[in-house]
T-cell receptor, first 114, second 110 residues
Framework: SAVISQKPSRDICQRGTSLTIQCQVDSQVTMMFWYRQQPGQSLTLIATANQGSEATYESGFVIDKFPISRPNLTFSTLTVSNMSPEDSSIYLC???????????FGQGTRLTVV | GIQVEQSPPDLILQEGANSTLRCNFSDSVNNLQWFHQNPWGQLINLFYIPSGTKQNGRLSATTVATERYSLLYISSSQTTDSGVYFCAVTGGTSYGKLTFGQGTILTVHP
């Protein structure tokens, strides 16, 4: 299977600032996703990253807060904007190959906002 | 959307014990996966099992799609098995998007 690299692995940020998380896959994949895991909770889908067009956001998530880019089939970024302590979470990127097949996840970014 | 329920929410075992984790889902699924989340937050793929039975070492899984449940078996548990186990599915109109259960927190004591 493809190898997925996510960075940074962790960061501590000041409130009001923004952080961009990068996700790189070593081969072309069709679908890429971004998930959030708040402390003690399960994973929730933020959005589907669409290659060359605007991401598709799930209910409760908006582009102004979580802008996403996907310039090609192997790379995507998620920005957490104007951060507050409530944004402290683990953020994970995920990809699938062709079809609705097995999903794989990056190593995750543990974000703490102070 | 599809609902995923996992049980039990917490499980405490002594090393060497066996356990069964359950995942119920509310609708037909295209894909079902089991993950183990380690203490560093990384999700490790255990099984991709939309139906049938698979085994990998001390772990095995069975999905009965017609009855809308899946089971994860852990035999001869080890302390390194500790962590959170998630079941996640895709189904209906949520093509490719995983819906996660709330997880089972497993603690294995030496």
């Amino acid at each position: 299977s493809a190898v997925i690299s996510q960075k940074p692995s962790r960061d501590i940020c000041q409130r009001g600032t923004s952080l961009t998380i990068q996700c790189q896959v070593d081969s072309q994949v069709t679908m890429m996703f971004w998930y959030r895991q708040q402390p003690g909770q399960s994973l929730t889908l933020i959005a589907t990253a669409n290659q060359g067009s605007e991401a598709t956001y799930e209910s409760g998530f908006v582009i102004d807060k979580f802008p996403i880019s996907r310039p090609n089939l192997t790379f995507s970024t998620l920005t957490v904007s104007n951060m507050s302590p409530e944004d402290s979470s683990i953020y994970l990127c995920s990809f699938r190959g062709w079809g609705d097949t097995e999903a794989f996840f990056g190593q995750g970014t543990r974000l703490t906002v102070v | 959307g599809i609902q995923v329920e996992q049980s039990p929410p917490d499980l405490i075992l002594q090393e060497g014990a066996n356990s069964t984790l359950r995942c119920n889902f509310s609708d037909s699924v295209n894909n079902l996966q089991w993950f183990h989340q380690n203490p560093w937050g990384q999700l490790i793929n255990l099984f991709y099992i939309p139906s049938g039975t698979k085994q990998n070492g001390r772990l095995s899984a069975t999905t009965v799609a017609t009855e809308r449940y899946s089971l994860l078996y852990i035999s001869s548990s080890q302390t390194t098995d500790s962590g959170v186990y998630f079941c996640a599915v895709t189904g209906g109109t949520s093509y490719g998007k995983l819906t996660f259960g709330q997880g089972t927190i497993l603690t294995v004591h030496p």
